[in-house]
């Protein structure tokens, strides 16, 4: 999951610096990058084809020779590819991890407490959506006598409120939360 995650991640912020695919010579910074995390998801089977599709959508001026020299020179020993030291060599910064939702490469300047705080409310915002999306949400709680406070609306104190008869302050308290529907 992570490799595949980090791979779209990648690809954003590619798209996102050049407005489009890489037209730099950038590009082959963004395919030393993606290189590791390809081998990971795909293994042998696919894997030459996976990296020249992803090259031919993102970095379409790097050439066959290019991507293989990458091969040769990166999968033997892969550089470490962990969330601090992808952000590091791309040089993401924090404005721009926000800006395109990133969660599984880490902007330089972010440290572990500051990215877990992140990841955590970032995972929270899409349960949460994903709960409203199938309709699993709680309903939500009738507001207490307190926070509708209905002596204010009948121009009394609080503690004359609570001297009538329960009967009176239920009527008021149902008129107050029929008031805020």
């Known amino acids: 999951m ?10 954003r912020i590619v798209q996102d610096r050049h407005q489009g695919p890489c037209a730099t010579d950038d590009a082959i910074i963004y395919l030393d990058e993606v290189l590791p995390h390809f081998a990971t998801k795909c293994g042998s089977a696919g894997f030459m084809f996976a990296v020249a599709e992803w090259v031919a959508q993102n970095c379409p001026r790097l050439t066959g020779a290019d991507i ?10 892969p550089p470490r590819y962990t969330s601090v030291a ?19 490469v880490r902007p330089v300047g972010w440290n572990a ?8 409310a970032a995972k929270a ?3 949460r959506v994903k709960r409203q999306a199938t309709g699993k949400t709680r309903t939500p709680r009738a507001l207490s006598v307190e926070k509708l406070a209905p002596w204010i609306a009948l121009e009394m104190s609080r503690a004359t409120f609570k001297r009538l008869p329960k009967d009176m302050q239920a009527d008021h308290v149902e008129r107050a939360r029929e008031a805020l529907r």
């Open 86 to 104: 992808i952000g590091r060599r791309l040089n993401v910064r924090i404005a721009e991890a926000r800006r395109l939702g990133l969660r599984y």
């Open 2 to 11: 992570p490799a595949r995650m980090r791979v779209i991640e990648i690809t």
């Open 125 to 127: 915002a899409a349960l």
């Open 68 to 77: 293989e020299d990458a091969v040769a020179r990166i999968l033997p020993n």
């Open 113 to 120: 407490a500051k990215h877990e705080r992140q990841a955590k």
